[in-house]
């Protein structure tokens, strides 16, 4: 019984404690004072489900070679040289300005990493780092090329630009790996990742769940919600105003006017069965007349058995205040009239003798 308890004590603190430090928006949505602002890939009231269809955006890179028109100084080519880390950032800063002008929508630059410095002018191996939309890599190379090669310097302030030497710049894209784009997607969480899979809607790549009915093996959950969980794609049921859904597929509905009606019959039928009841146990308590009749005969009878057990003024003293039979002292009964045998027919009569006068003041 104490550990039942107990469980029961610590499953309702743990809830409470839960529901109290669990935010309202799930899955780094916010809430700004009337609902969740979900994340992209999110939605629902507490940003609870998951798309079933996302468009994966990832990290890209671009190996690009790029010739600057200035004299090379031996001291760049020691990565420790105050020349060195002038040039880098000086590059970066003067590049990061430049990519910044790739024509799709902004946001795409994340950073540039240099690989290598040349002789020859000054040859500068650099990496691009993309954020993008995975579909739209091999448009993104073609808009970085054509900005590199349309540009002679970075700026018009001389001290800072870097100017180009023209028909020397190499792009080199690295490209994504169809397979593993939703591995690599920012935009799934990485313990749902391996649920969804990259398939090619209307010229677009997505990563679908088996939720999206793009999916190679479509989960149908009839009138749920499908998303995706740590478990896999999980159907969670509706409520419908006439129904409830349940079953792992949402597929059995459950009429609320049924269940209504249902309830209703049962609390009747107990309430029924509850009036039974009292009214049994009131009969029980306070014996019908025939039977108190025979049960003071008896008792009258037993008090002059056990006439030694108490004292004759306990006799009128207990009343019938408590006693269930009305002890009237000058009760004579008329033992011819009183159906004798009755008394071994009927047990209840033992019950109510506990209420006999002489036992209770003795
Ligand atoms: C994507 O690139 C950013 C920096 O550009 C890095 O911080 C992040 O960890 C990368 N994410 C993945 C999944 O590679
Ligand atoms: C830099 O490029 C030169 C010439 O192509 C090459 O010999 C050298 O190994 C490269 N260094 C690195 C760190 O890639
Ligand atoms: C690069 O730009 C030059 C003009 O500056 C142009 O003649 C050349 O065709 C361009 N190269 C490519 C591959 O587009
Ligand atoms: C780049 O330089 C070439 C000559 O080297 C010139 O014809 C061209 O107009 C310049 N382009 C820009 C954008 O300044
Ligand atoms: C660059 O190459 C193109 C041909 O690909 C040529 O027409 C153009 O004159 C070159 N530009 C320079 C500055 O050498
Ligand atoms: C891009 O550059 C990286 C780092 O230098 C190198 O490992 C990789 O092989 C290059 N990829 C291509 C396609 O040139
Ligand atoms: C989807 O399109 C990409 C390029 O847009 C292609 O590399 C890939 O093979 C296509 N996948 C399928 C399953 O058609």
Redesign the pocket.
């Known amino acids: 019984m104490g550990i039942l308890r107990r469980s029961i004590v610590l499953i309702l603190t743990s809830l409470l404690v839960i529901g109290a430090v669990t935010p309202h928006c799930q899955n780094g949505g916010h809430h700004d004072g009337n609902k969740c602002i979900c994340g992209t890939s999110f939605y629902g009231t507490r940003c609870e489900f998951i798309l079933s269809e996302i468009r994966p955006v ?2 890209a890179t671009v190996n690009v070679t790029v010739t600057v028109v200035e004299t090379f100084k031996d001291e760049l080519r020691d990565p420790n040289s105050k020349e060195y880390t002038d040039f880098v950032i000086r590059f970066n800063q003067q590049m990061a300005r430049l990519y910044s002008e790739i024509p799709h929508y902004k946001g795409i630059f ?2 540039v990493e240099i690989i290598n410095i040349t002789e020859g002018s000054i040859i500068v191996e650099h990496i691009l ?3 993008i939309y995975a579909d739209e890599y091999d448009e993104i190379v073609d808009e970085v090329f054509t900005l590199l090669n349309h540009t002679n310097c970075t700026s018009d302030t001389k001290t800072e630009r870097l100017c180009f030497k023209a028909n020397t710049t190499k792009v080199q894209p690295v490209p994504l790996d169809f397979k593993e784009i939703c591995l ?1 997607s ?1 935009d799934i969480p ?1 313990d749902i990742q391996e649920y969804y899979s990259p398939v090619n809607v209307s010229g677009k790549t997505m990563c679908v769940s088996r939720c999206s009915v793009n999916s190679e093996d479509p989960i149908n959950c009839n009138k749920g919600q499908c998303s995706v969980t740590r478990q896999g794609p999980n159907c969670y049921c509706e409520t419908s105003p006439d129904y409830w859904y349940s079953g792992d597929r949402c597929q059995t509905a459950i009429s609320k006017p049924g269940v209504y009606a249902g309830v209703s019959v049962g609390l009747f039928v107990l309430l029924v069965i509850i009036i039974a009841l009292a009214v049994f146990l009131y009969r029980r308590r306070r014996p019908s007349n025939k039977e108190r009749l025979i049960d003071e005969n008896r008792w009258y009878e037993e008090g002059w058995e056990e006439e030694n057990r108490g004292p004759a003024a306990s006799f009128s003293n207990s009343s019938a205040s408590d006693s269930a039979v009305p002890v009237n002292s000058i009760f004579l009964p008329d033992l011819e009239k009183v159906n004798t045998s009755m008394k071994v027919t009927v047990p209840r009569a033992n019950v109510v003798l506990s209420g006999n006068p002489y036992e209770r003041t003795t």
């Open positions: 990832v990290n994340r950073g780092l993309l954020k690599k920012l990485k």
